[in-house]
């Protein structure tokens, strides 16, 4: 199985960016579809971003769409979001997960904190 954890959080004023990275370990980095979720208080977990096992597809919500770009490294076992023009609704923890059956999210990370200022 695979573990993940999560980096680059942090305070940001709107209109910044930040790039966030995941680091794989423990499996197969090649056969999982990867992506991004977020949180914020008071709302449920949504689906961000995803990207293929091969990264010939990715996917956005159509709240960041032309704002984030997910990417991995297969040599690295890395997956990346960043994130441009960050607006205040973009504020919550963000995590990363991994699925072996599609769309099957059964490996996460334990979160970063992203605050954007107004």
């Known amino acids: 199985q695979v573990q993940l954890v999560e980096s680059g959080g942090g305070l940001v004023q709107a209109g910044g960016s930040l790039r966030l990275a995941c680091a794989a370990s423990?499996?197969?980095?090649?056969?999982?579809?990867m992506a991004w979720f977020r949180q914020a208080p008071g709302k449920e977990r949504e689906f961000v971003a995803g990207?293929?096992?091969?990264?010939?597809?990715?996917s956005y919500a159509d709240s960041v769409k032309g704002r984030f770009t997910i990417s991995r490294d297969s040599a690295k076992n890395m997956v990346y979001l960043q994130m441009n023009n960050l607006k205040p609704e973009d504020a919550a923890v963000y995590y990363c997960?991994?699925?072996?059956?599609?769309?099957?999210?059964?490996?996460w990370g334990q979160g970063t904190q992203v605050t954007v200022s107004s």
């Open positions: 990207i293929s096992r091969n990264a010939g597809s990715t």
């Open positions: 423990g499996g197969t980095f090649s056969l999982y579809t």
């Open positions: 997960a991994a699925a072996l059956i599609r769309s099957n999210y059964n490996y």
